[in-house]
């Protein structure tokens, strides 16, 4: 079991509004990163956050944001939900963020767009 | 062409065989190799990790990778039920401005 916890677990929106999923990393990690994994596909990068500054970004749209603070939490909103939001999102935490560096990943939250 | 290509499978073996997982590649940028393992209804676990070219062993799991063929490997010996999961392997480097790119994954069975 990984220190790594994603609440709410399972969530179901309907087209258009507006979702936020949480993230609580393990205890000294500087680093988060959130993956969506569609159904039956690898987890995809939206973003990474390292020391409350976002790090890098995959390719997903602005409707697509985040935070995170201080206490090891994080935050992941998505606007105007789209029927293809519907996945697993995964947030995953580490020490540096890079490649090199393990990730260490929560179960996921299960969101399903109506 | 995806990136990064997995035979989603499903592969389905007896307990105790040889088993081999690959992946293929088109961006010879790569430099950090992984296998992850993901149970049903949780997060991805990191089971081995190469950096650049050659061959790492942990116990049953071997991870092999050949970067002239861009194609990668993970050997599972004496399988067991308790392997019976899905396989991702991911990838990454200077071409995917240090992200990871993943696999489809592979689902595994094995039968007792």
């Known amino acids: 079991e990984t220190g790594v916890t994603q609440s709410p677990t399972h969530l179901i929106k309907t087209r258009g509004q507006q979702v936020t999923l949480r993230c609580s990393s393990q205890s000294g990690h500087n680093t988060v990163s959130w993956y969506q994994q569609a159904l039956g596909q690898g987890p995809q990068f939206i973003f990474q956050y390292y020391r409350e500054e976002e790090n890098g970004r995959g390719n997903f749209p602005p409707r697509f944001s985040g935070l995170q603070f201080p206490n090891y939490s994080s935050e992941l909103n998505v606007n105007a939900l789209e029927l293809d939001d519907s996945a697993l999102y995964l947030c995953a935490s580490s020490w540096t963020g890079g490649l090199g560096d393990t990730q260490y990943f929560g179960p996921g939250t299960r969101l399903t767009v109506l | 062409q995806k990136e990064v290509e997995q035979d989603p499978g499903p592969l389905s073996v007896p307990e105790g065989a040889i088993v081999s997982l690959n992946c293929t590649y088109s961006?010879?940028?790569?430099?950090?190799f992984m296998w992850y393992r993901q149970y049903s209804r949780k997060g991805p676990e990191l089971l081995m990790y190469?950096?650049s070219s050659g061959n790492k062993e942990d116990g049953r799991f071997t991870a092999q990778v050949d970067k002239s063929s861009k194609y990668i490997s993970l050997f599972i010996r004496d399988s067991q039920p308790s392997d019976s999961a899905t396989y991702l392997c991911?990838?990454?480097?200077?071409?995917?401005?240090?992200?990871?790119?993943w696999g489809a994954g592979t689902k595994l069975i094995i039968k007792p």
């Open positions: 991911a990838m990454g480097g200077e071409g995917s401005n240090y992200q990871l790119i």
């Open positions: 190469t950096y």
């Open positions: 961006n010879s940028a790569f430099q950090y």
